[in-house]
């Protein structure tokens, strides 16, 4: 198993500003993603965090908006940039030691933009 | 575009009774498929996968079967408890052999009626 800290768990923002979230894994891992779930929806990828390199995001989301940290294999920061209120929402960290293998998945972050 | 559906938003069933989940795909040959729980303000938690080459598979009270033809998979529950109450989602790898990206379906929220 893989135990997952993530913080803040939960914010209030103003609009644009930024939030920088962090995602603690207790042992290395080989992957990292974030999701986003907004509210009374199921779960969207937003990126895959890459060790040592940029994160690969999927269709709709980009660097600018999101920028991703990955400095190790323990440890990513996804920052929610210029947000407005239509970034409310769960942010989750998720974590896999191999492909083709179950996620594990922090507590997330609520995060509400007025 | 991959698709994922779970057909039915809400189910509400008596306890004691065996629920049954859907989970359909499109456009898309999963090599697995997986099944999460996800309670209210937590992340989702893994409970079963299964493999493309896999009819059926149990763990206690839940089992799961894939059928590649139909591009189906049900879960089920036997034996229903109102501890079973919970929204649950499908999961597939859409990243092929060299990544990983698993994506969700809306998922279904279960209630269980003592």
């Known amino acids: 198993s893989a135990v997952i800290s993530q913080k803040p768990s939960r914010d209030i923002c103003q609009r644009g500003t930024s939030l920088t979230i962090q995602c603690q894994v207790d042992?290395?891992?080989?992957?990292m993603f974030w999701y986003r779930q907004q509210p009374g929806q199921s779960l969207t990828l937003i990126a895959t965090?890459?060790?040592?390199?940029?994160?690969?995001?999927e269709s709709g989301f980009v660097i600018d908006k999101f920028p991703i940290s990955r400095p190790n294999l323990t440890f990513s920061t996804l920052t929610v940039s210029n947000m407005s209120p239509e970034d409310s929402s769960i942010y989750l960290c998720?974590?896999?030691?191999?492909?083709?293998?179950?996620?594990?998945f922090g507590s997330g972050t609520q995060l509400s933009v007025l | 575009s991959q698709k994922i559906e779970q057909n039915s938003e809400a189910l509400n069933i008596q306890e004691g009774k065996t629920a049954t989940l859907t989970c359909n795909y499109t456009?898309?040959?999963?090599?697995?498929l997986q099944w999460y729980r996800q309670d209210p303000g937590r992340g989702p938690v893994f409970l079963l996968l299964?493999?493309?080459?896999?009819k059926e598979k149990r763990k206690e009270r839940l089992k799961v079967t894939f059928d590649t033809t139909l591009k189906q998979s049900l879960f089920h529950i036997t034996a229903s408890q109102p501890a079973d109450s919970a929204t649950y989602l499908c999961?597939?790898?859409?990243?092929?052999?060299?990544?990983?990206?698993?994506?969700f379906g809306s998922g279904t929220r279960l209630s269980i009626r003592p």
């Open positions: 998720s974590v896999g030691r191999s492909t083709n293998e179950k996620l594990f």
């Open positions: 042992s290395q891992v080989t992957m």
């Open positions: 965090a890459n060790q040592g390199s940029e994160a690969t995001y």
């Open positions: 456009n898309y040959s999963p090599a697995y």
């Open positions: 299964i493999r493309e080459n896999e």
């Open positions: 999961a597939l790898d859409y990243g092929g052999s060299s990544a990983s990206k698993i994506i």
